[in-house]
């Protein structure tokens, strides 16, 4: 759905995006992560056609980018670095403006498709207040519907659950869920570790710049071949396992052995209670600090 | 889109307030002077206006003699100013290209939305100022002058309605391309920055610049390519017969602005990175 090859961006002497090959597969639920400042949003823009690339090539949907954008996008649903509009108009006013600008959205269908867009959202009974009254979390919910309405192949979104709370964003991860279900393929950036790790099923991690990691999130969260105990019996499963004990921290053992199960069974048999059991695996979080150095946005001052 | 800019365009309670303050200033004038009875001398003051002291059908042109030097063009630079630069600061210039709208058709589409806002203001103050000018100063016949009717030209013959009329229309067009010029000024600085205040403002500084040089003898040598040069060539139309020569001047220069400067916008607009 998504390629790009060797893709730079040079804004004067910085590089925001450095030599990335983005792959992302149709169906895929593809969630970028990085630090702030770390080429996400340039990357997006790139793909819609907004910024143009120093060097590298991009294809989306098969086609190359930007040369033939304007068959793309119109199957392309976007959320580019939170929602924007007219403030003085409705949010269904709005929709209406944007459907009408561009090609891909029938004239005919135009009210039932903006209805439909505002109902999946949350935003079925809105009125008819401007868009300047709205709270983040509905703009954020307004800008959804408008990437939603000529029902996309592709959803780029950036940031999309930006300002909502926690039930919100609950609610647009099922959504994203469905719509992924039914054959939309998403492509999402975020820094929320836990939006991504709850929703992609493939990860790409950037850091000033590169994209340091693109993998199955199955294959980054595979058991580490440790297990990790918690036993009130401490102690005397430490001098049991002898030598394959790596780490001790009061009733807590980290066990060097491929099987929980089979770990627990001879514990027990030996007569010693586990309160706690299970293959240690790494976090998303453990797996982008390792892969990332420091935020964009924090700067140290040289002594 | 173009339609979406119309759209837009009218539904921006700020045209109508533009249109409104347009409208005002003639009827302004309108009012003190018929209170008064009391008209500039000939050659002071804004054209035409001694001369709609006894009939307000001439009144229309005495109206654009006022809003054109300053109050329009001021409203035409915010306007196309605010074009590109403000859909930039708004954010809804990256939803627009990714609909997608191509970026030749979203210029394309504002020069039309701001073509109709001046064709409006124009209709609106030739409109107000006709039935301002009816009302207040009447529309008797000059008969102390021994006129036998009718409207009299800048030159002394008389003018039918029906001459008036296509005299007005013709002035309409060319305020129009004027302003075109104006537009295209703020257009490209729109494409240049994203703060549309400051589009505007630079537009206005180029305006202010020509009208300086305009009357400063040392800079005779650049006068006839300054944008303002023509701007009031119009009055001409109300001359019997028609004097052209400044008329067609003006069109052919403000047509050069407006290729010049529009190649320039479309230029820098279709390479540029939107980063807003």
Redesign the interface.
Same mark, same amino acid.
Not at chain 1, 80 to 89: C, D, F, I, K, S
Not at chain 1, 100 to 103: D, I, L, S, V
């Given at each position: 759905m998504i390629r790009t090859e060797a893709l730079t961006k040079r804004y004067g002497p910085i590089l925001a995006v450095d030599a990335v090959d983005l792959d992302v597969r149709e169906g895929d639920r593809y969630g970028l992560l990085g630090p702030n400042g770390s080429g996400k949003t340039?990357l997006v823009?790139m793909l /819609? #056609? /907004?910024? @143009?690339a120093t060097s590298g090539r991009i294809e989306v949907l098969g086609r190359p980018v930007p040369r033939r954008? =304007?068959e793309v996008?119109?199957q392309?649903g976007?959320l580019?670095? #939170?929602?924007?509009?007219?403030? =003085?108009?409705s949010g269904r006013?709005n929709l209406r403006? @944007?459907d009408?600008?561009?090609?891909g959205g029938s004239r005919r269908t135009r009210r039932r498709r903006v209805d439909e867009a505002l109902d999946r959202v949350g935003l079925g009974g809105i009125d008819r207040r401007p868009l300047k009254a709205y709270s983040l979390g509905m703009r954020q919910r307004l800008g959804l519907a #408008?990437a939603l309405l000529r029902t996309p192949r592709l959803l780029v979104l950036d940031e999309p659950t930006n300002g909502l709370d926690p039930r919100g964003m609950r609610e647009i991860r099922d959504l994203l869920a469905e719509l992924n279900a039914a054959g939309t393929t998403v492509f999402l950036s975020s820094h929320l570790l836990a939006e991504v790790e709850q929703l992609g099923n493939r990860i790409g991690v950037m850091d000033r710049g590169r994209l340091v990691v693109q993998e199955e999130l199955a294959t980054l969260r595979a058991p580490t071949g440790r297990v990790l105990v918690r036993s009130p019996d401490a102690a005397r499963a430490a001098a049991l396992l002898d030598g394959r004990v790596e780490a001790r921290d009061g009733d807590a053992l980290t066990v060097r052995h491929d099987d929980p199960a089979g770990l627990n069974a001879l514990l027990v048999g030996e007569g010693l209670r586990v309160a706690e059991i299970s293959a240690q695996r790494r976090s998303l979080e453990q797996i982008v600090l390792a892969a990332t150095t420091t935020s964009a946005d924090r700067i140290e001052a040289v002594p | 889109m173009i339609r979406v800019e119309l759209v837009k365009l009218l539904r921006r309670p700020r045209t109508w307030v533009a249109v409104a303050l347009l409208c005002a200033l003639p009827v302004l004038v309108a009012a003190f002077v018929a209170v008064r009875h009391l008209a500039p001398a000939p050659g002071r003051g804004p054209a035409f206006l001694s001369a709609v002291l006894n009939n307000g059908s001439l009144y229309p042109a005495a109206a654009m003699a006022m809003v054109v030097p300053i109050f329009l063009p001021i409203a035409v630079a915010v306007l196309a100013g605010d074009a590109v630069a403000g859909e930039a600061t708004g954010g809804t210039l990256r939803y627009l290209l990714a609909r997608p709208v191509g970026r030749t058709r979203l210029l394309v589409a504002k020069l039309v939305a701001l073509t109709v806002f001046v064709l409006l203001a124009l209709a609106a103050v030739v409109g107000t100022s006709y039935v301002a000018g009816v009302l207040m100063l009447g529309t008797q016949p000059p008969a102390a002058l021994g006129e036998p009717g009718g409207v009299t030209s800048l030159s002394g013959p008389p003018l039918t309605s029906t001459q008036l009329t296509l005299r007005v229309l013709g002035t309409v067009a060319f305020i129009t391309v004027s302003m075109l010029g104006v537009a295209a000024i703020a257009l490209f600085l729109s494409t240049l920055t994203d703060s549309a205040l400051g589009a505007a403002f630079g537009a206005l500084a180029v305006l202010v610049t020509s009208d300086v040089l305009l009357t400063l003898d040392a800079a005779s040598a650049v006068q006839p390519y300054l944008p303002t040069r023509y701007w009031l060539a119009w009055v001409d139309f109300f001359r019997d017969p028609i004097f052209w020569r400044d008329i067609e001047h003006g069109l052919l220069l403000q047509a050069c602005y407006l290729g010049l400067l529009l190649g320039a916008a479309w230029a820098n607009f279709m390479t540029r990175d939107v980063t807003s």
């Open positions: 340039t823009r /819609l #056609g /907004l910024v @143009f954008v =304007h996008l119109p392309v976007a580019v670095e #939170g929602p924007a509009g007219y403030p =003085h108009l006013t403006i @944007f009408a600008a561009g090609p #408008g | -």
